[in-house]
């Protein structure tokens, strides 16, 4: 019985280590690493964004991740693209599948998982099925996350704290596109992505961001 347990504990280990090798073949574009084994068809990464992905995968149609670029991503993030059990039922217990041969697959997913662009997620995070987190979020350490975030906002455990920015301070960074930043000439503009923004300096520095699309 030891022996087997061994067995099974490596093959899942350099099964992870080919599928690792296979997704950063795929995902040169960012720095994301896969911490579990998942459906490639089903995540998709934007440029430059970094951080270890366990995805946990129900085989429901509408199941899907997708992560926007220059996305900060910190330990033990868990994406949950199903696992729901419908509690409208009599019993929320999955009894077709654990009483048949054939375990149907029960879980229920919400719809996919869309994260905008320039989002930091902190650590031991869960993000369940159906959440979509707007561009320039913050996710505070330890948060569970269902739902909307709106762009800018800092959510900690289950709440909205407060917006990194004012209300037309948002709504001028929503209509910047990350895409269209040159990587390889960043470095000059440092000045400019490290300016705090305030209600006197911000029109100055849109105007000036623009330049970098």
Known sequence: MVLKKLLKEWHDHIRLLKFQETWRKMNLGNG???GNVFPVKVVSVGDHTYGTLNVHYYKQENEGLYIGRYCSIAD????????EHNYKNLSSFPFKN???KNKIAEAISKGPITIGDDVWIGSRVIVLSGTTIGQGAVIG??????????????????RILKYRFTEEIRSRLCSFDFSKLNWE??????????TELNNENYEEVMERITLLE
């Open 32 to 34: 994301t690493k896969a």
């Open 76 to 83: 033990d993030v868990h994406f949950f693209l199903g696992g």
């Open 98 to 100: 654990r009483i048949t």
């Open 141 to 158: 350490a330890g948060s569970v996350v269902a739902g909307e975030v709106p762009p800018y906002a800092i959510f900690a455990r289950d």
């Open 185 to 194: 000439e960043l470095e000059k503009y440092f000045d400019l992505l490290y």
